[in-house]
């Protein structure tokens, strides 16, 4: 079966630094997304990582801060730029369509921690 | 824009036992699917269960089952013979199936399940 994997699994930075996370895929997608999820608290989607195009980011997320990559139809980056402790979430990539068991719905990568001191 | 509400921040049942969990949604849209997701400590999130809108049958998986009440807007998951591995966050999420948000996840803010011996 598909296999989604993301790096790193977490790390601790500190503030005024990034951090860049990769997500990879094992088979061919359509399309792939990055969630955040602060603290305590649901999903949030970030932008929609195009192939061979710049990202559709969501209300209140912008390139500058979220600059993603997405070179081929199996990777994808997403970069946190100059954080502070705010930024501390998880972040996750997700899937839609390709070889999965449903073209219909979204899986998600194991997700990676960050911590920003 | 479409919400998505889980009333019940937590939950407990003891094992073998039978718990539901709440979720409704707002929604002008006709056609659309409904997910339930779980996410435990490791912080992956795995589908739990999936309905598509446009069916009046309850999907099933296993000891999983929903009700879904399109009229109601109302999508709740039903868990027979709780097992302690189900112990985790579950969510509650919407797509539409409108072109220009097709792809898009609306989460519910959660509810922490605990099983009990």
């Known amino acids: 079966s598909a296999v989604i994997s993301q790096k790193p699994s977490r790390d601790i930075c500190q503030r005024g630094t990034s951090l860049t996370i990769q997500c990879q895929v094992d088979?061919?997608?359509?399309?792939m997304f990055w969630y955040r999820q602060q603290p305590g608290q649901s999903l949030t989607l970030i932008a929609t990582a195009n192939q061979g195009s710049e990202a559709t980011y969501e209300s209140g997320f912008v390139i500058d801060k979220f600059p993603i990559s997405r070179p081929n139809l199996t990777f994808s980056t997403l970069t946190v730029s100059n954080m502070s402790p705010e930024d501390s979430s998880i972040y996750l990539c997700?899937?839609?369509?390709?070889?999965?068991?449903?073209?219909?719905?979204?899986?998600f990568g194991p997700g990676t921690r960050l911590t920003v001191l | 824009a479409q919400t998505v509400t889980q009333s019940q921040p937590e939950m407990s049942v003891q094992e073998a036992e039978t718990v539901t969990l709440s979720c409704t949604y707002d929604?002008?849209?006709?056609?659309?699917?409904l997910f339930w997701y779980k996410q435990p400590p490791s912080r992956q999130m795995i589908l739990v269960i999936r309905q598509e809108a446009y069916k009046q049958q309850n999907a099933t998986e296993n000891r999983f089952s929903v009700n879904f009440q399109k009229a109601a807007k109302s999508f709740s998951l039903k868990i027979s013979d709780s097992q302690l591995g189900d112990a985790a966050m579950y969510f509650c999420a919407y797509r539409s199936l409108n072109t220009g948000t097709a792809s898009k996840l609306t989460f519910g803010t959660g509810t922490r399940l605990q099983v009990t011996l």
């Open positions: 997700s899937l839609l369509g390709g070889v999965f068991p449903s073209t219909d719905t979204q899986y």
């Open positions: 929604t002008s849209e006709s056609d659309y699917y």
């Open positions: 088979s061919q997608v359509t399309m």
